[in-house]
């Protein structure tokens, strides 16, 4: 089944360097359907959907290793089985002296529209990564960005408006 998110929700989660959670807002809790004591201590992936394109946690990654600030589009897990999409906003958090000690996520309800552009991308990138590969699910992506000649960042975006 799937859960929405209300307009005025922001789903906020704190990670260490490794992706486990330090931190989760009780909007995070409910929408996940766990516990605070189930969540704190536990990878973020708990909430990883099988739809998923593992393509875009890659790229995810790799730019908030480089302290740049990334828009993705999420369909998560919940404990009970259960699904929802968010709209997230996920940047490196910063010591004193620029030294990256976690990462910071704010999510929030997907417009609707852009969902229905993204579950197609995603699920042709799902089944390209089970063939041949994480890189070939991104060419899928850098391919339609290429013939839409936008950046990924400018896509998302205007998606979500």
């Known amino acids: 089944m799937e859960r929405k998110m209300d307009e005025n ?78 709209f997230a906003n996920v940047t490196a958090s910063l010591d004193t002296v620029g030294n990256i000690i976690g990462y910071y996520s704010v999510r929030r309800k997907p417009n609707p529209k852009a969902i229905e552009i993204i579950k197609p991308l995603y699920a042709q990138m799902v089944q390209v990564e089970k063939r041949s590969g994480v890189d070939a699910s991104m060419k899928i992506l850098t391919d339609l960005l290429e013939k839409k000649g936008m950046s990924y960042d400018e896509l998302i975006i205007a998606i979500q408006e």
């Open 9 to 86: 929700d922001f789903i906020v989660s704190k990670t260490d360097l490794k992706g486990k959670i330090t931190y989760c807002n009780r909007i995070f809790m409910d929408m996940a359907e766990y516990s605070e004591e189930e969540l704190l201590g536990a990878p973020h992936n708990i909430i990883r959907h099988q739809d998923m394109p593992q393509a875009v946690f890659k790229l995810l990654w790799e730019r908030i290793q480089k302290k740049e600030e990334v828009f993705a589009y999420v369909l998560n897990a919940t404990k009970n089985n259960n699904e929802y999409w968010v």
